[in-house]
Nanobody, 127 residues
Framework: QVQLIESGGGLVQAGSSLRLSCGFSGPHFSMFVMGWFRRAPGKEREFIAA????????SYADSVKGRFTVSRDNGKNTVSLQMNSLKPEDTAVYYC????????????????????WGQGTQVTVSS
C-alpha cells in the first residue's frame, strides 16, 4: 500500500521561497509518476507540476513555470517542489500524487490519472 506524506508548508511573505517534500511509503517508488497539485480557497484543485519516473521529463502549469522546480530522489523515495518568488495567489493546500506506470518518460497533468494522494500541506503567502 502506498502512502504519501507532504511536509514543508508554512506562512511566508511574498517573494520568499519554500521547499515542499513528499515522502513515499511503499514498494517501487521508481515505478511511479509523481505530481503536485494545489487547491486555493474557493477553487478547484489544479495541476502544478509533474515528473516522470526517471525525473528527466517534467511539466509545469503556466502559473508557476520559471518559479517552481520539481525533482525526485529515487534513492530516498522523495519528491520535492522548490517554490521561489512566491506570490499571494500561490496560497493553497498543496498535494502530492502518485501513479504507477510501466513507461519511463511519461507524466500526467490531470488529477484523474493519479491513484494515490497525500493529505496536503498548507502554504500561505502574505502580501
Amino acid at each position: 500500500q502506498v502512502q504519501l506524506i507532504e511536509s514543508g508548508g508554512g506562512l511566508v511573505q511574498a517573494g520568499s521561497s519554500l521547499r515542499l517534500s513528499c515522502g513515499f511509503s511503499g514498494p517501487h517508488f521508481s515505478m511511479f509518476v509523481m505530481g503536485w497539485f494545489r487547491r486555493a480557497p474557493g477553487k478547484e484543485r489544479e495541476f502544478i507540476a509533474a515528473l516522470s519516473r526517471s525525473g528527466q521529463d517534467t511539466s509545469y502549469a503556466d502559473s508557476v513555470k520559471g518559479r517552481f522546480t520539481v525533482s525526485r530522489d529515487n534513492g530516498k523515495n522523495t519528491v520535492s517542489l522548490q517554490m521561489n518568488s512566491l506570490k499571494p495567489e500561490d496560497t493553497a493546500v498543496y498535494y502530492c500524487a502518485a501513479v504507477w506506470t510501466p513507461f519511463t518518460s511519461i507524466y500526467y497533468v490531470t488529477e484523474d490519472k493519479y491513484t494515490y494522494w497525500g493529505q496536503g500541506t498548507q502554504v500561505t503567502v502574505s502580501s
